[in-house]
């Protein structure tokens, strides 16, 4: 099969089937052989006449022609013990200490499972209300997030993949003030991202200019009130100022409620594209549509019969998935098969559009995305149809909105999710999002430096004999062809990135698509540093406007934050303070303090523990000692590691430098060995370095630390701080990219979705 290296490496770090030592013990085409075995099995359940090989045979070769995928449990579970296929779930957390315990414990086995969790904590009551059973006092949904946050933390610490979170607020619950501001430190609630439920009540209020009630959850009585453009305002300011909270129109997720008998829905998956009712699951698919033109009279278009055929196909894999998934809880199991929910969506649009010479920032564009969802959707509905005919309706069709009507076997049909690691195994661009960007430069361990070219471009520069590493470079520096004009016009004008598009566009794009897909759109508005908070403001409102059902932003740069010392810290927009006026090469350390503080850490390394401590004074960190327990290590070089740390820390030389070059060093023998949370004893002294800073700052009651963008080469942050916004990939150092309302890594397929 045509499969590219990054892909290849993505798929043996984190899909491959694994031996007891953590050693491949399967190909690539041995796993898609696995999955079509897995999943073209189901129709055995349904006639004992059934031709599974050749089913499996359609479904292998859709795969290894890298026409569709599903998602990333699927490959990675199919046909294997776990079997859990399935990415994420919804789960209902009650008014009550049993119920939201309850939840907790759900939410650790789906974890466990590898899926994610949303959750809205509407229900619980507000900070201070009455508990009658106890007399005391309630804590409130903040309160009890913290709690699940935690719960989190503890298994992720034990496994091999973190559990991503959604935390869903309704805009009239009394606490929404408190919720709105909760992870307004970047270092709080790491494991959410979080939305705000928004109703078509507030929106109204929000464009009258009048006030809205708050409403108790417990009585359904108003309780208070607020002025909703101030409410407005201040979600929009959070969203600008990191990303959080995004928001969520409900009245709109609850108007295409398939079975409203059923209850509302109250949350989403954690990306925001998936609503669902209280324990479904989302079961998703991507076709990729590069893989749907083909060429004839010079020119590229669209493959309609080729595009009909992979729908089909996809909605009968999909369909399969829900019954051969074995589902972490049986809650889950039975609520999934009464609707029989599928997602299928697309990735590869930005590349589809380069190759049919239209700019994504266009109206053209926002038209064609029309055209191809609407077919998507009419042809999926028509193959659930024709299941429905052979496997009967999904079991709740007579008490939905299609009763009396022709009979379908899933509730929904289509979503659009976001595709990072799928795309990199597709090779192509992610989900419905512009290229982030055009030319990656890859620093290898030797030195030596690696481009990466958009092979769309690479493809149309080559044919007008244009391509040159030189330009590639000049492309990378500039993250834009935009200003380069030895490229010229035409191409400028089709191949524009994530920046180059307006917020306008960006959101004229999400509609478009939001318009024929059953359930949501998975996208990120991305913003340049330099944008406004009225800008922000726009976009949400438009998002609104054009029919939108949720809204996820991203600034670039804003959950970037200085490494604070004691006694100084430099304020947003602020120049930096001039190094001390002493010639090169005749700085001297401040002598060692008599006295000290800090902490020591034990972590854990491929060959044994090592043991960091941290010291400060009143003046900041001054000093790094290491030592190795008895199995063993590097003593020499870790010695030799923090010595050199200390004199920095001592001369002034700031913690971010000092975090950028030690961070994501890699060591053979520690990064083959599976949920170790540094990479090498360099990294490891990092990491202590930067739990100790941000320790600093918590005592000064300042923003927790995170290390400066100076070098996306080596700097990486902690697996267990990675949130929406960081900047850097956790396992190979390379820059994030936000899209689809998640991150993901175009290097070494890091996400944090899957």
């Not at 893989?291 to 004839?296: A, S």
């Not at 200003?483 to 960006?506: G, K």
């Not at 920095?648 to 023998?669: H, K, N």
Request: glycine share 8%.
């Amino acid at each position: 099969m045509k499969i590219g290296k990054n892909a290849l490496t993505v798929l043996e770090r984190r899909y491959l089937k694994k031996d007891e030592h953590g050693e491949n013990i399967e190909t690539v085409e041995q796993m898609f052989r696995r999955v079509a075995d897995a999943i073209a099995a189901a129709d055995a359940v349904y006639s004992d006449k059934a031709d599974i090989a050749a089913l499996s045979d359609r479904f292998y070769e859709m795969m290894t022609n890298l026409e569709f995928l599903p998602n990333s449990p699927t490959l990675m579970n199919a046909g294997k013990e776990l079997g859990q296929l399935s990415a994420c779930f919804v789960l209902p957390v009650g008014d009550s200490m049993e119920e939201i315990f309850e939840a907790i414990k759900q939410a650790a086995l789906i974890h466990k499972s590898g899926g994610g969790t949303g959750f809205s904590f509407s229900r619980l009551r507000a900070t201070g209300a009455t508990v009658r059973s106890t007399g005391g006092v309630a804590s409130g949904p903040v309160s009890f997030m913290r709690v699940f946050n935690m719960a989190t933390e503890a298994v992720k610490q034990g496994g091999t993949r973190r559990g991503a979170n959604m935390g869903i607020l309704r805009i009239d619950h009394p606490d929404i003030l408190e919720f709105i501001d909760c992870k307004k430190n970047n270092a709080d609630i790491t494991n959410f991202n979080i939305s705000v439920g928004i109703t078509e009540e507030f929106m109204q209020a929000v464009q009258q200019g009048n006030a809205y009630d708050l409403v108790d959850p417990k009585t359904k009585q108003a309780v208070g009130q607020l002025d909703a453009r101030e409410v407005f305002d201040k979600i929009v300011e959070s969203a600008w100022r990191n990303g959080e909270p995004g928001i969520i129109f409900l009245d709109r997720l609850n108007r295409d409620n398939v079975v409203p008998s059923q209850g509302e829905i109250e949350s989403t998956n954690p990306c925001g594209e998936q609503p669902l009712l209280p324990y479904e699951s989302c079961n998703l698919g991507s076709i990729n549509l590069v893989n749907m033109l083909k060429y004839e009279n010079g020119a590229y278009a669209v493959d309609y019969d080729k595009f009909a055929r992979t729908v089909r196909d996809a909605v009968h894999f999909l369909d399969n998935v829900i019954d051969v998934n074995k589902y972490p809880l049986a809650e889950i199991d039975f609520t999934t098969k009464q609707t029989r929910k599928i997602g299928l969506g697309v990735m590869g649009w930005s590349d589809m559009l380069a190759y049919l010479g239209v700019p994504y920032n266009s109206d053209e564009a926002v038209a064609l995305a029309r055209r191809v969802m609407k077919f998507i959707t009419k042809t999926s509905r028509a193959e659930s149809a024709e299941l429905a005919r052979v496997r009967g309706a999904f079991p709740l069709f007579e008490k939905s909105v299609y009763a009396g009507g022709t009979p379908l076997r899933n509730a929904t049909v289509t979503t659009i999710a976001p595709t990072g690691t799928l795309s990199i195994i597709a090779g192509c661009s992610s989900g419905v999002e512009p290229v982030f960007a055009y030319v990656f430069i890859r620093n290898v361990m030797d030195g030596t430096e690696m481009i990466e070219v958009n092979p769309v471009l690479k493809k149309v520069l080559e044919a007008r004999g244009l391509y040159s590493d030189d330009l590639m470079k000049k492309i990378a520096a500039e993250g834009s062809l935009q200003h380069i004009e030895e490229i010229p016009a035409d191409i400028r004008r089709v191949f524009v990135c994530s920046h180059d598009v307006s917020p306008l566009y960006h959101t004229k794009m999400q509609a478009a698509f939001q318009q024929f897909t059953d359930n949501a759109v998975s996208k990120t508005v991305n913003f340049k540093h330099d944008a406004t908070i009225d800008d922000v403001r726009e976009v949400y409102m438009l998002s609104y406007e054009l029919g939108c059902k949720g809204v996820t932003i991203y600034r670039d740069g804003s959950r970037d934050s200085q490494v604070l010392n004691i006694g100084s810290v430099k304020k947003e927009g602020a120049p930096a303070k001039a190094g001390p006026s002493v010639p090169f090469g005749q700085i001297k350390p401040r002598p060692r303090p008599e006295v000290t503080c800090g902490l020591t850490e034990r972590m854990k390394i491929g060959c044994g523990n090592l043991y960091v401590t941290v010291n400060y004074d009143e003046q900041g960190i001054c000093e790094v000692f290491t030592s190795t327990g008895k199995a063993g290590g590097c003593p020499s070089q870790s010695e030799a590691t923090a010595r050199l740390a200390s004199i920095a820390l001592r001369s002034g030389v700031s913690i971010d430098e000092i975090l950028d070059q030690l961070r994501g060093i890699r060591c053979p023998s520690t990064i083959r060995h599976a949920g170790m949370k540094c990479t090498s004893c360099p990294d490891a002294i990092a990491r202590v370095i930067k739990k100790t800073a941000d320790m600093i700052a918590l005592q000064q009651g300042l923003p927790a630390a995170a290390p400066s963008a100076q070098r996306a080469s080596s700097a990486a942050e902690t697996p267990d701080a990675v949130e929406h916004g960081s900047k850097f990939c956790p396992e190979c150092g390379s820059a994030l990219e936000h899209e689809g309302g998640c991150v993901s890594c175009r290097s070494c397929g890091y996400s944090k979705c899957n």
